[in-house]
């Protein structure tokens, strides 16, 4: 690839943003489609971020992703949010065409696991209650799952937030407790999703939130974490034979769909993997 005048700019805003695997993903992706798009991470002062959107915005930028710790502040400089997008209260991906706000986070995940299983009917356990969760827990309830439980450390945390997605009308079924009961749950369970922060690098022998013992067969473990690829949960969830989804793919599924946002097209999601995998080392 090469940026010529013609070259249309898309990009990542955050605070700090220097190890974003977003670039190189996103870049992939524009050569091997032969399209004359750069994608480029700007630092963004939080005090500078208004003026940052504002001038994106001159400047004829197509596309950003936002992360931390922009995603919620950012949407008050937009025109328009996306509807799960709004019930979330963040955003993670800008359309300049028309100034609109999505959260392409959620979808990465339902998209990962939709690879495995279909979400509409299912029992679904989603541990942790921080914005990860918030994020996937909607698109769980959007996309038809027949029940929805979160489990948290922090109970009240959990509560909330399962009581934010049965105002929302989403799903009827919407249950929170303790994390601590969790096998409780799982016998009844079809797809397990964990947001927290258990067995990501460097506490890689960390306790998982379940054992083998407490899964079976025909559950879907999605574990968010994708350093390492094989969280101590996934490898539980290999004992189990249970069916394991990589944190690696909500990555690669949540840059597909912001892809499709800003260019209209399919992303070319094996090119987008491989490049991944290598920014990550794998
Ligand atoms: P993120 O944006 O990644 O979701 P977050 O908003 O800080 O990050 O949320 C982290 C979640 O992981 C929280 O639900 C947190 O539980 P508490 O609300 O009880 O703090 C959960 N979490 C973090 N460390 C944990 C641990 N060691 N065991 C269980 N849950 C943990």
Do not use: C
Not at 231 to 260: R, W
Request: glycine share 8%; hydrophobic share 45%.
């Amino acid at each position: 690839m090469y940026i010529k005048g013609s070259t249309n700019i898309v990009g990542l805003i955050g605070h700090p943003v220097e190890h974003s695997f977003s670039p190189p993903m996103h870049n992939a992706a524009f050569e091997a489609l032969d399209m004359d798009y750069a994608y480029v991470a700007f630092d963004v002062d939080p005090l500078k971020l208004k003026s940052a959107v504002e001038g994106a915005k001159s400047l004829n930028v197509k596309g950003f992703n936002v992360t931390i710790p922009h995603k919620i502040e950012v949407m008050n400089y937009l025109d328009e949010i996306d509807e799960v997008a709004a019930l979330i209260g963040a955003v993670n991906t800008i359309d300049f065409k028309d100034m609109k706000g999505y959260n392409t986070d959620g979808i990465g995940a339902v998209k990962a696991i939709e690879e495995v299983t279909s979400i509409k009917n299912k029992n679904v356990v989603v541990a942790g209650a921080g914005g990860a969760s918030r994020a996937i827990s909607f698109y769980i309830a959007k996309y038809g799952a027949d029940s929805l439980t979160i489990l948290n450390r922090n109970v009240e945390k959990a509560d909330s937030l399962a009581g934010d997605i049965s105002a929302s009308d989403l799903i009827g079924n919407v249950g929170s407790d303790s994390i601590s009961e969790i096998d409780g749950y799982l016998g009844d369970a079809d797809i397990l999703i964990d947001t927290t922060p258990v067995g990501m690098h460097p506490n890689v022998d960390a306790e998982p939130i379940a054992s083998a013992h407490s899964m079976h067969d025909g559950l879907v473990v999605f574990d968010a974490v994708y350093n390492p690829n094989e969280t101590v949960l996934l490898s539980e969830a290999i004992k189990a034979s249970a069916k394991p989804v990589y944190g690696i793919k909500m990555l690669l599924y949540q840059g597909a769909e912001s892809f499709k946002i800003w260019t209209g097209r399919e992303a070319p999601v094996d090119v987008m993997e491989e490049a991944l995998k290598k920014t990550l080392g794998m």
